[in-house]
Nanobody
């Protein structure tokens, strides 16, 4: 059974850092890509970053480029999102997602609040 479990969210001051984790089960990271999305209050869900299964190549939205880094640990079957220089506009619930042969799967989300 495919499952994604996010963790690592919390309250952080502007300029601070957090590292989110997405633990995957039911498949391995070399099978399907993993993406991070976020949804701020009153806004649509948007893509933040993703990492490809085949070669580990990465993608970032312009709004986070240079501040966020996505990585994976195949041994732990976990994808990370290192978030630095956080801004109040990064406040959102962050979700990880994978598009498998059996359909899309989402985690339950982890809340990130950037506030002084």
């Amino acid at each position: 059974q495919v499952q994604l479990v996010e963790s690592g969210g919390g309250l952080v001051q502007p300029g601070g850092s957090l590292r989110l984790s997405c633990a995957a089960s039911g498949f391995t990271l070399d099978e399907f890509a993993i993406g991070w999305f976020r949804q701020a209050p009153g806004k649509e869900r948007e893509g933040v970053s993703c990492i490809r299964s085949s070669d580990g190549s990465t993608y970032y939205a312009d709004s986070v480029k240079g501040r966020f880094t996505i990585s994976r640990d195949n041994a732990k079957n976990t994808v990370y999102l290192q978030m630095n220089s956080l801004k109040p506009e990064d406040t959102a619930v962050y979700y990880c997602n994978t598009q498998t042969s059996w359909g899309p799967y989402w985690g339950q989300g982890t809340r990130v609040t950037v506030s002084s």
